[in-house]
């Protein structure tokens, strides 16, 4: 095969899988910014490979049998050795941290695709695992991966494998029983809530929200708390006196997408503002958790 033709096989076959490793990545870092710096590794990676395939073999990248569980492996790996770098940069990190919003303009509610895996809070609480345990949990429970399957990923045998799985799972599920709330109770829950928030409304805010209900606001340190709040009234507070602070008569609220909930997206003159995330509660009716975005350096990939 030419070498030409090699390498568009190849670019062929990452853009193939591409949208499989991001997600994959995306879960393990919770970063958008480091996720593309893994894919662009794992595509040099990849790349090499198949040159190097080509000069020992006329069938290039055909050598690889299975081109989608070599790329998963690569990217795996290469996102597990970056961890011990995010995990500095989040020890000195100023205020709460919270992931990276992924927004689209999707409706959740009619996505196939959409699951709670994918949530701002399960993401959240995937940060209190270790990098092993959140790998092997992201890879079966999010993309039904079997333990002998991830076990040559990791490089571990499926036994271990299987016991990561159910620390991983009995953590979880101990933090964050697993349901799905319905998107259409979930966006009218969010319009209510935004308009009491904006509007400096106590007494709605505290009708909304359940008694154990806490805030994350990430804002890089920039404005806002420092630590989680928690309990109904602190929060009711924090949050209508952030709203008046903040002349919320200028923010344009748009509802969009945000990782595959329904959810708000705040922009000042067409530059995104902050993103807020409700979680509600099993009974659908009553938020439990409130994740703000406002640092401006997680919102520079939110289109306009």
């Given at each position: 095969?030419?070498?030409?033709?090699?390498?568009?096989?190849?670019?062929?076959?990452?853009?193939?899988?591409?949208?499989?490793?991001?997600?994959?990545?995306?879960?393990?870092?919770?970063?958008?910014?480091?996720?593309?710096?893994?894919?662009?590794?794992?595509?040099?990676?990849?790349?090499?490979?198949?040159?190097?395939?080509?000069?020992?073999?006329?069938?290039?990248?055909?050598?690889?049998?299975?081109?989608?569980?070599?790329?998963?492996?690569?990217?795996?790996?290469?996102?597990?050795?970056?961890?011990?770098?995010i995990s500095r940069r989040r020890e000195t990190y100023v205020g709460p941290w919270l992931p990276e919003p992924l927004v689209s303009d999707g409706d959740a509610g009619e996505s196939?695709?959409?699951?709670?895996?994918?949530?701002?809070?399960?993401?959240?609480?995937?940060?209190?695992?270790?990098?092993?345990?959140?790998?092997?949990?992201?890879?079966?429970?999010?993309?039904?991966?079997?333990?002998?399957?991830?076990?040559?990923?990791?490089?571990?045998?499926?036994?271990?494998?299987?016991?990561?799985?159910?620390?991983?799972?009995?953590?979880?599920?101990?933090?964050?029983?697993?349901?799905?709330?319905?998107?259409?109770?979930?966006?009218?829950?969010?319009?209510?809530?935004?308009?009491?928030?904006?509007?400096?409304?106590?007494?709605?805010?505290?009708?909304?929200?359940?008694?154990?209900?806490?805030?994350?606001?990430?804002?890089?340190?920039?404005?806002?708390?420092?630590?989680?709040?928690?309990?109904?009234?602190?929060?009711?507070?924090?949050?209508?006196?952030?709203?008046?602070?903040?002349?919320?008569?200028?923010?344009?609220?748009?509802?969009?997408?945000?990782?595959?909930?329904?959810?708000?997206?705040?922009?000042?003159?067409?530059?995104?503002?902050?993103?807020?995330?409700?979680?509600?509660?099993?009974?659908?009716?009553?938020?439990?958790?409130?994740?703000?975005?406002?640092?401006?350096?997680?919102?520079?990939?939110?289109?306009?």
């Amino acid at each position: 095969m030419p070498e030409g033709a090699t390498e568009d096989a190849a670019t062929r076959v990452f853009a193939d899988h591409r949208e499989l490793l991001f997600s994959v990545v995306y879960n393990l870092l919770g970063s958008v910014a480091d996720t593309e710096d893994v894919l662009q590794d794992t595509w040099l990676r990849w790349s090499a490979r198949n040159a190097a395939g080509e000069a020992d073999s006329p069938h290039g990248a055909g050598e690889i049998e299975n081109p989608r569980a070599y790329l998963v492996r690569i990217a795996v790996n290469t996102a597990l050795a970056r961890q011990a770098d995010i995990s500095r940069r989040r020890e000195t990190y100023v205020g709460p941290w919270l992931p990276e919003p992924l927004v689209s303009d999707g409706d959740a509610g009619e996505s196939a695709e959409r699951t709670e895996a994918v949530s701002m809070a399960l993401l959240v609480v995937l940060e209190t695992l270790t990098p092993l345990e959140r790998a092997v949990f992201v890879l079966h429970e999010v993309f039904g991966y079997a333990h002998t399957e991830i076990a040559p990923i990791l490089d571990r045998n499926p036994s271990a494998v299987r016991q990561l799985a159910h620390r991983a799972r009995e953590h979880v599920q101990a933090r964050r029983p697993r349901y799905q709330a319905d998107p259409k109770v979930q966006r009218q829950v969010t319009e209510r809530f935004l308009k009491a928030a904006l509007g400096g409304d106590l007494a709605a805010l505290m009708e909304l929200m359940a008694p154990d209900v806490t805030l994350w606001r990430d804002a890089g340190g920039r404005r806002g708390p420092l630590r989680p709040i928690h309990g109904r009234d602190r929060v009711a507070r924090v949050i209508t006196g952030t709203a008046r602070r903040e002349d919320a008569e200028r923010l344009e609220i748009r509802y969009r997408t945000v990782n595959g909930d329904p959810s708000a997206v705040l922009f000042d003159a067409d530059a995104p503002f902050a993103v807020m995330v409700l979680d509600l509660d099993p009974d659908g009716d009553r938020v439990r958790g409130v994740y703000a975005v406002a640092n401006p350096d997680k919102l520079t990939h939110i289109e306009d």
